[in-house]
Nanobody, 126 residues
Framework: QVQLVESGGGLVQAGGPLRLSCAASGRTFSSYAMGWFRQAPDLEREFVAAISVSGGSTRYADSVKGRFTISRDNAKNTLYLQMNLLKPEDTAVYYC???????????????????WGQGTQVTVSS
């Protein structure tokens, strides 16, 4: 089992930054590729970003590319999502997720992931 707890969400004005964190406990964090997903009301959960076990490889949704940065600190068992130039359409509940093994092409799909956090709300005001 891997337990994931997100933090750092909140209310921010459009154009501002916000950094999300995801603290992991349980099985070896460095054995898992990690991802961020988000879900807005009445919409399906969508992929935001993913990172390999070492942190050397990342992937982003086109909608956040150039604005968001995913990173991880394996010594601290923590995943991050730095969000800059936030837009109202970024408003959603953000979830971190863990997928055992290497980063694969399916890392953009929710079904690839084995464990999920409870989510943290991000609201961007215009």
């Amino acid at each position: 089992q891997v337990q994931l707890v997100e933090s750092g969400g909140g209310l921010v004005q459009a154009g501002g930054p916000l950094r999300l964190s995801c603290a992991a406990s349980g099985r070896t964090f460095s054995s898992y590729a990690m991802g961020w997903f988000r879900q807005a009301p009445d919409l399906e959960r969508e992929f935001v970003a993913a990172i390999s076990v070492s942190g050397g490889s990342t992937r982003y949704a086109d909608s956040v590319k150039g604005r968001f940065t995913i990173s991880r600190d394996n010594a601290k068992n923590t995943l991050y999502l730095q969000m800059n130039l936030l837009k109202p359409e970024d408003t959603a509940v953000y979830y971190c997720a863990a997928a055992y093994g290497v980063l694969t092409p399916s890392a953009t799909t929710a079904r690839r992931y084995d464990y999920w956090g409870q989510g943290t709300q991000v609201t961007v005001s215009s």
